[in-house]
């Protein structure tokens, strides 16, 4: 299994039209996206709370937490963000590939699109 890269847009939701372009490693099993923090201060976003994670040798470690917007083609939404410092690897998680309506196909290490189900009452015919 290969590892899959994506470049796509980052920018501040109160600020949409200002975006930077950032490198991605894909990572459907990580929730969050992580983008280094000087990318996200350039672009005005705040950290609005933050989270512990679990490293792989079983370290705690905290990391800020805030809200992006991604873009990708014409797809564009918005998503939870962390606050990459240094070591941390620039990850697109799985709330990013939702938001943006796209999975991955593990297999192929293609992006697809994502069926998009709405709940309505009474049935539409």
Same mark, same amino acid.
């Given at each position: ?46 950290? =609005? ?54 999975? =991955? ?5 293609? =992006?697809?699109? =994502? ?11």
């Amino acid at each position: 299994m290969g590892l899959t890269v994506l470049e796509m847009e980052v920018g501040n939701p109160a600020r949409p039209e200002v975006t930077e372009r950032v490198e991605f490693l894909i990572d459907s099993g990580a929730i969050y996206s992580v983008v280094p923090t000087p990318i996200l201060r350039k672009l005005d976003i705040q950290p =609005l709370t933050e989270q512990e994670f679990r490293l792989a040798n079983g370290a705690k470690i905290t990391r800020k937490k805030g809200i992006a917007l991604f873009k990708y083609q014409d797809r564009i939404g918005g998503a939870d963000v962390i606050f990459g410092e240094e070591g941390d690897s620039v990850l697109l998680g799985a709330f990013t590939l939702e938001a943006l309506g796209l999975t =991955l196909d593990p297999l192929r290490r293609e =992006l697809r699109p =994502l069926p998009m189900i709405l709940a309505h009452w009474p049935p539409v015919p």
